[in-house]
T-cell receptor, first 110, second 114 residues
Framework: DAGVTQSPTHLIKTRGQQVTLRCSPK?????VSWYQQALGQGPQFIFQ???????QRGNFPDRFSGHQFPNYSSELNVNALLLGDSALYLC?????????FGSGTRLTVV | GNSVTQMEGPVTLSEEAFLTINCTYT??????LFWYVQYPGEGLQLLLK?????DKGSNKGFEATYRKETTSFHLEKGSVQVSDSAVYFC?????????????FGPGTSLSVIP
């Protein structure tokens, strides 16, 4: 059984560009959460999707947006990239407190 | 709001030494508590968890006991190996009305030297 799959694994973008990251949840999980992990820090909660709607959101600007599809997969979009957006972006799928994390997408903004 | 505090690293130990990484939390209700491990260049792996007071989570020789009276969930291992070198994150999840999320501590880097 595949766990959480994230794509791409790495990418490099230029300041001001837009990026889309993708996440396929673990089978049986219906909720997807996204986290940003800056170098040397703990993951910070961005937002969570359930039933194709954003259910809760952390302290991130509107440049960060997302989407969940009927098959529970999800996308994270970041507009107008800043150098400070460089981080590991982690996706977690869950169902009632059972969380599984993906390996992440390493985003570098230059 | 809910939060997690961990001892600052980095921690450097010799192989076969005893490990303790302190973790305390702040929560309004009854959270579940977790330890995650992150090896260099990788994502997060769940190491162990405890869902109620006095529960002991254990895995791969690591243990942690949910202490509600001291709001703590310290990670211990009796004899560390070089392969345990990684960053360890203490975390909690708590239901708020009908949903929850995981909140992480800042992480503690562990290096084990032969």
């Amino acid at each position: 059984d595949a766990g959480v799959t994230q794509s791409p694994t790495h990418l490099i973008k230029t300041r001001g560009q837009q990026v889309t990251l993708r996440c396929s949840p673990k089978s049986g999980h219906d909720t997807v959460s996204w986290y940003q992990q800056a170098l040397g820090q703990g993951p910070q909660f961005i937002f969570q999707y359930y039933e194709e709607e954003e259910r809760q959101r952390g302290n991130f600007p509107d440049r960060f947006s997302g989407h969940q599809f009927p098959n529970y997969s999800s996308e994270l979009n970041v507009n107008a990239l800043l150098l400070g957006d460089s981080a590991l972006y982690l996706c977690a799928s869950s169902t009632y407190r059972e969380y599984t994390f993906g390996s992440g997408t390493r985003l570098t903004v230059v | 709001g809910n939060s997690v505090t961990q001892m600052e690293g980095p921690v450097t130990l010799s192989e076969e030494a005893f490990l303790t990484i302190n973790c305390t939390y702040t929560a309004t209700g009854y959270p579940s508590l977790f330890w995650y491990v992150q090896y260099p260049g990788e994502g997060l792996q769940l190491l162990l968890k405890a869902t109620k007071a006095d529960d002991k989570g254990s895995n791969k020789g690591f243990e942690a006991t949910y202490r509600k009276e001291t709001t703590s969930f310290h990670l211990e291992k009796g004899s560390v190996q070089v392969s345990d070198s990684a960053v360890y994150f203490c975390a909690l999840s708590e239901w708020e009305t009908s949903y929850d999320k995981v909140i992480f501590g800042p992480g503690t880097s562990l290096s084990v030297i032969p």
